[in-house]
T-cell receptor, first 112, second 116 residues
Framework: LAKTTQPISMDSYEGQEVNITCSHN???????ITWYQQFPSQGPRFIIQGYKTKVTNEVASLFIPADRKSSTLSLPRVSLSDTAVYYC?????????????FGAGTRLTVKP | GAVVSQHPSWVICKSGTSVKIECRSLDFQATTMFWYRQFPKQSLMLMAT?????????EQGVEKDKFLINHASLTLSTLTVTSAHPEDSSFYIC????????????FGSGTRLTVV
């Protein structure tokens, strides 16, 4: 599993765009990048997944440069309810992948 | 979408007793399930990988005799904490892979175990 590095914490204000970057220098060719959100006392929730370039869904965008050694989760116009821990996970999306180890995650605090 | 149901959501038990936590995939078959442990303000720590019909694979440092995992069907995996002690108090989370869905992994809501 490619080791990931994220900032431990970030602060933002309501209405701002938040970008969280994850470094994964030894990402493998068949690895995908997936971001999860976790609120206290809840299981992680899928946010977005990508392999290269840019992916956008109704809640976030994911930017992946050509070398894929990093990725950036972009949350547009955050609100107080976006306060959570965000995890970047790099792993193959394959039948026999049994390697689902999480990094430290980024604790995002959104202030009014 | 894929749903993983985890029960109970919280449990309090006395030292020396055993506690069973269930993890069910509600609308898909899960050949593989994962069990995690999470301490306050820390990341999820993978404890073991559970494969249907075979023995679980435990991470280094996790006592397999203390944390018994059974994955007897494609929709149910259980984690039994045996002879629980206060240091076993933690948040336990399961996850399952829906191979029919591109994005894959779905997590349960977690179980808060408190051993008194």
């Amino acid at each position: 599993l490619a080791k990931t590095t994220q900032p431990i914490s970030m602060d933002s204000y309501e209405g701002q765009e938040v970008n969280i970057t994850c470094s994964h220098n030894n990402i493998a060719t068949n690895d995908y990048i997936t971001w999860y959100q976790q609120f206290p006392s809840q299981g992680p929730r899928f946010i977005i997944q990508g392999y290269k370039t840019k992916v956008t869904n109704e809640v976030a965008s994911l930017f992946i440069p050509a070398d894929r050694k990093s990725s950036t989760l972009s949350l547009p116009r955050v609100s107080l309810s976006d306060t959570a821990v965000y995890y970047c996970l790099v792993a193959p999306v394959s039948y026999n992948n049994n390697d689902m180890r999480f990094g430290a995650g980024t604790r995002l605090t959104v202030k009014p | 979408g894929a749903v993983v149901s985890q029960h109970p959501s919280w449990v309090i038990c006395k030292s020396g007793t055993s506690v069973k936590i269930e993890c069910r995939s509600l609308d898909f078959q899960a050949t593989t399930m994962f069990w995690y442990r999470q301490f306050p303000k820390q990341s999820l720590m993978l404890m073991a990988t559970s494969n249907e019909g075979s023995k679980a694979t435990y991470e280094q440092g996790v006592e397999k005799d203390k944390f018994l995992i059974n994955h007897a069907s494609l929709t149910l995996s259980t984690l039994t904490v045996t002879s629980a002690h206060p240091e076993d108090s933690s948040f336990y989370i399961c996850s399952a892979r829906d191979y029919g869905a591109r994005y894959g992994y779905t997590f349960g809501s977690g179980t808060r175990l408190t051993v008194v």
